[in-house]
């Protein structure tokens, strides 16, 4: 079955620590792959997408994620960290084969000052 | 641009009774639009698919007699949960693709609904 798994359940860190949270997902094909934040309380928002091309993709707010396809790997990256990252962040894959939106399991998020 | 709104944020209602939930994409057209169902702290689940003017496809495991989704026009889907009972209380969060300045395969995500059903 396709599936996208997140390793890190719940990440704390202090403000101005670097982050890399984990994402491996398991569809063969063709993919487009995407980073959401949920804040506290709001809506989906999407950090960052990576479609084709060059596999470093930045985002919003300082993000980055490297698509490695040997790996079926799309972590995401921030140099440092800052205590209005505190959220819920999702990986999702996107299945040319199925065109269905899959989402990770989310990783928490907690940054201290 | 590429906003999707949702209408009601919240609605608490009686075991037993229907509670419908809009979705709209507010400056696009949206071919197609999805529902998902999201637990307390657990990740988005996809409940069915709908493309506008056709039958929406659901999920395996999703009950389509329970949860009658219509998309009858380019901006509106809705979701209705029919005689709702408490575990159907959850956040239910729509989203939109179509033809925006982004690309197609881009979906929009609306704020959710969260829905209690006592």
């Known amino acids: 079955a396709q599936s996208v798994s997140q390793h890190n359940h719940h990440v704390i860190l202090s403000e101005a620590a670097s982050l890399e949270l984990g994402c491996n997902y398991s569809y063969g094909g063709t993919v487009n792959l995407f980073w959401y934040v949920q804040y506290p309380g709001q809506h989906l928002q999407l950090l960052l997408k990576?479609?084709?091309?060059?596999?470093l993709v930045k985002g919003i707010k300082g993000f980055e994620a490297e698509f490695i396809k040997s790996k079926f790997s799309f972590n995401l990256r921030k140099p440092s960290v800052q205590w209005s990252d505190t959220a819920e962040y999702f990986c999702?894959?996107?299945?040319?084969?199925?065109?269905?939106?899959?989402f990770g399991t989310g990783t928490r998020l907690q940054v201290f000052p | 641009g590429a906003v999707v709104s949702q209408h009601p944020s919240w609605v608490i209602c009686k075991s037993g009774t229907s509670v419908k939930i809009e979705c709209r994409s507010l400056?696009?057209?949206?071919?197609?639009m999805f529902w998902y169902r999201q637990f307390p702290k657990q990740s988005l689940m996809l409940m069915a698919t709908s493309n506008e003017g056709s039958k929406a496809t659901y999920e395996q495991g999703v009950e389509k007699d329970k949860f009658l989704i219509n998309h009858a026009s380019l901006t509106l889907s809705t979701l209705t949960v029919t005689s709702a009972h408490p575990e159907d209380s959850s956040f239910y969060i729509c989203?939109?693709?179509?033809?925006?300045?982004?690309?197609?395969?881009?979906?929009?995500f609306g704020p959710g609904t969260r829905l209690t059903v006592l």
């Open positions: 999702a894959v996107l299945s040319y084969n199925t065109d269905k939106l899959i």
């Open positions: 990576y479609f084709s091309g060059d596999p």
């Open positions: 989203s939109a693709r179509g033809q925006t300045s982004g690309s197609y395969n881009e979906q929009f």
């Open positions: 400056d696009f057209q949206a071919t197609t």
